[in-house]
């Protein structure tokens, strides 16, 4: 973990000590106050942070896209105004300070048939040699997840023994993204899969003392960057070769993990608006399934109504910045 080095470094400490007590989570506040901590190190005179006038610079030398630049500056505005409380500073020089306008972004979705595409190159690479098939299997089940139930990366990486339950066919996530715990239920032939999986774990493992659910070791969990590989082959060996575009104020993003857990829920509401169901309907058991806490997060979903229309949105945007 990296150190703070200016002379506001013990006040930083403090403050990111004070937020942990508070019950917020500290890994992404970290590194903007590590760029406001690097600022400050290159100023001549560091009486100046008390003045709005140096965030507007600040703001315009952080070489970063717009949503990261406004993520910096919103952790060292919480930073001052903690500061503010306990009265080391009775103004806060970031309160009329604006945000940058971000970019809008189309994240990349697979179709239907890529996502069987993709889990079937994934299956295909497991090895049937007893000291690595049941780490083979137990990538190939995280990556069904993701692509069957929508869940995060980590989600799955994460799940214990207890929280499979095979007679109900649920999984119970606990205290991921919102600390927000669910129960989901997932789809038979998904759970299938698991059962066959557990029992040949519980044949070629003797003593089995594991707590997870999928392994990646002796006493080990599968780790997030493995799955991130696998996924990343797997893509390239479908031939999809998308990298991420930024055309006018919009990203287009590239295939990543995270981007089997949109494309779950475009096409889950492709297919409810095929079935006749309305979207707003659909939407609320949707986001539940999800983990949102607001259904307003999962309506996000709506601006790109399935893979075809991303990709001719992508490739209109295109043509209008050529012939620009």
Known sequence: MKPF??????????????????GYSVKHIRNPLLIFDRYILCLPDSSIIWQPTCYLKFRNEIKHEPSTVNTTLYAVRCFFEYLRRKQNHLNNPLKDIPCLPQHAFIPFVFSLQQVEQLLEVVCCRIRHKQRIFLKDLSEYLVILLLARCGLRINEPLRLKMEDYRPDEKTIYIE?????????IPIPMLVAEQIDNYLSSRSTLIE???????FIGGEQKRLKDHRIRLIFHE?????GISRTRQIIGNTIFGKPTPHCLRHSFAVNTLKLAIARKQ?????????????????YRHTMKYLKVVDAESGVRLLNFAGTQREEA
């Not at 003593?207 to 659910?213: A, S, V």
């Not at 797997?234 to 479908?238: C, G, L, N, T, Y």
């Not at 979207?279 to 949102?292: I, S």
């Open 278 to 294: 309305s979207p707003q309907n659909v939407l609320p058991v949707l986001a539940t399934y999800l983990g949102h806490v607001e």
């Open 207 to 213: 003593n089995d003392i594991n707590p997870y659910l």
């Open 175 to 183: 205290k991921t993204k919102f600390k927000k715990d669910r129960l």
């Open 234 to 238: 797997a893509v390239s060996h479908i």
């Open 5 to 22: 080095k200016s002379f506001l470094s013990k006040e930083l400490e403090n403050f990111i000590v004070y937020r942990k007590g508070l």
